[in-house]
């Protein structure tokens, strides 16, 4: 990554606002999925490291992380470290028809009724007494 490019993605990083935090669960398998499926979504994301809690420093963090889901850190000031990794539309493809598959459950429907309808009910009860 060129650093025009670098500058660009800082800039439009500006407005984010984070989406993932880091605590002191340091990253698992949980945090990667989440910023894998932000990352599919979004390509650039922002996330927050609480230095209270965080076991290591931010810029580790945002190395290994990096590292793990392929993706390019931006930069990493103080607790916030930006991420960019490009989409990549054969993988998002495959991930939807995955969830598709498993999401093909069937929905029961549920009929909603109004006031009214409620109300001519109990008094059709009513008038069966």
Same mark, same amino acid.
């Given at each position: 990554?060129?650093?025009?490019?670098? /500058?660009?993605?800082?800039?439009? /990083? #500006?407005?984010?606002?984070?989406?993932?935090?880091?605590?002191?669960?340091?990253?698992?398998? #949980?945090?990667?999925?989440?910023?894998?499926?932000?990352?599919?979504?979004?390509?650039?994301? !922002?996330?927050?490291?609480?230095?209270?809690?965080? =076991?290591?420093? =931010?810029?580790?963090?945002?190395?290994?992380? /990096?590292?793990?889901?392929?993706?390019?850190? %931006?930069?990493?000031?103080?607790?916030?470290? %930006?991420?960019?990794?490009?989409?990549?539309?054969?993988?998002?493809?495959?991930?939807?028809? !995955? #969830?598709?598959?498993?999401?093909?459950?069937?929905?029961?429907?549920?009929?909603? !009724?109004?006031?009214?309808?409620?109300?001519?009910?109990?008094?059709?009860?009513?008038?069966?007494?």
């Amino acid at each position: 990554m060129t650093s025009k490019e670098r /500058a660009r993605l800082r800039a439009k /990083a #500006n407005t984010l606002e984070s989406i993932i935090q880091i605590g002191k669960d340091d990253i698992g398998e #949980n945090l990667i999925s989440q910023t894998d499926d932000a990352l599919d979504a979004r390509e650039l994301i !922002k996330l927050r490291v609480h230095l209270d809690t965080a =076991p290591e420093k =931010p810029r580790e963090l945002a190395g290994k992380l /990096a590292q793990a889901l392929g993706a390019d850190v %931006v930069q990493v000031i103080g607790g916030v470290i %930006v991420l960019y990794r490009k989409a990549d539309e054969e993988k998002i493809a495959q991930k939807r028809k !995955k #969830n598709a598959t498993a999401k093909t459950t069937v929905r029961k429907k549920v009929k909603i !009724k109004g006031k009214r309808q409620r109300q001519r009910e109990k008094e059709a009860k009513k008038s069966l007494r």
